[in-house]
T-cell receptor
Framework: AQKITQTQPGMFVQEKEAVTLDCTYD???????LFWYKQPSSGEMIFLIY????DQQNATEGRYSLNFQKARKSANLVISASQLGDSAMYFC???????????????WGLGTSLAVNP | DAGVTQSPTHLIKTRGQQVTLRCSPK?????VSWYQQALGQGPQFIFQ???????QRGNFPDRFSGHQFPNYSSELNVNALLLGDSALYLC????????????FGNGTRLTVT
């Protein structure tokens, strides 16, 4: 069954340090995509980074990088040089059948609450 | 370039009432999806609209229905409201390819009393 697991309900990090948020997934579909979103207290879901199952390299977007380990079915988010504005909920999500083009359903984890300390 | 806009931002309804939530997609996007996010949970997929038709549906009862208009905007309707329908309702829009990310609005916070 399709599933996303985020085992860290809450994380703390000092400003300017790096932090890793864990995400494991379960799917039998060989074609899938993994997404990370940030949700501040305002409620909006902000897209951070995407990794496709066939991508050869780990995705990077500015201070965000995705540590993709396909055999372990993990897709951890690494935030470098944390800033106070990074304090938010972080969600890992998966979409199957990405090559089919019609699937828009994302399966979400429960999220990790990140607090950046000054 | 406007992003996804949702209205209203907050809504309070009584059990048994009906509610309509509205969403305008990001410019250039033709697909709209709706998600329900209960407090402390990840979002749950309700349904997706493309070319004015419901293309996919999650595990939600028929009380949840929707519509997409020719300008790609969308409505989510919920009939016979239950206390358990209290949640943040998120609208997302996207392009047609499978690996394009969903772009979300700020959501509508629905409280059912």
């Amino acid at each position: 069954a399709q599933k996303i697991t985020q085992t860290q309900p809450g994380m703390f990090v000092q400003e300017k340090e790096a932090v890793t948020l864990d995400c494991t997934y379960d799917t039998s579909d060989p074609s899938y995509g993994l997404f990370w979103y940030k949700q501040p207290s305002s409620g909006e879901m902000i897209f951070l980074i995407y990794q496709g199952s066939y991508d050869q390299q780990n995705a990077t977007e500015g201070r965000y990088s995705l540590n993709f380990q396909k055999a372990r079915k993990s897709a951890n988010l690494v935030i470098s040089a944390s800033q106070l504005g990074d304090s938010a909920m972080y969600f890992c999500a998966m979409r199957e059948a990405v090559n089919a083009g019609n699937n828009r359903k994302l399966i979400w984890g429960l999220g990790t609450s990140l607090a950046v300390n000054p | 370039d406007a992003g996804v806009t949702q209205s209203p931002t907050h809504l309070i309804k009584t059990r048994g009432q009906q509610v309509t939530l509205r969403c305008s997609p990001k410019s250039g996007h033709d697909t709209v999806s709706w998600y329900q996010q209960a407090l402390g949970q990840g979002p749950q997929f309700i349904f997706q609209y493309y070319e004015e038709e419901e293309r996919q549906r999650g595990n939600f009862p028929d009380r949840f229905s929707g519509h997409q208009f020719p300008n790609y905007s969308s409505e989510l309707n919920v009939n016979a409201l239950l206390l358990g329908d209290s949640a943040l309702y998120l609208c997302a829009s996207s392009l047609g390819d499978g690996n394009s990310p969903l772009h979300f609005g700020n959501g509508t916070r629905l409280t059912v009393t």
